[in-house]
């Protein structure tokens, strides 16, 4: 790799580049990543940043996130006995528990996954 150099009023500087970037769009847990990264994992942000893997790498926890709940809302409801009888019988009920059961299954991703 060759550096080559601008002169501006007999200073010369390197004429540097950074590699491309990738543009994937990020989400809510690719945000909650970058703050808590911001906040509490700077030396992994920076290094990040540097090596141009930082979308990359939001992006990658924000699908295995969405993935992971997908996952676990299910299972979830299934261990809580939520069943399509009980959206039959009482809709308001089953909505609860189904709410309940995304936001366990957040928690549970956020602490597993987001905050590690």
Partial sequence: MEITYTEKDGIFYPNLALPEQTNYPIGKYGRMRLEFLKNHRKGTY???????KLNEHLYEIEQTAKQQIDLTIPQ???????????????????????NNSKKCAEEMVLNEIVYR
């Fill in 46 to 52: 920076t290094t990040l940043l540097t090596q141009c």
């Fill in 76 to 98: 979830i409801a299934r261990e809580r006995g939520i069943t399509e009888k009980l959206k039959a019988e009482n809709p308001m009920r089953w909505v609860q528990e189904m």
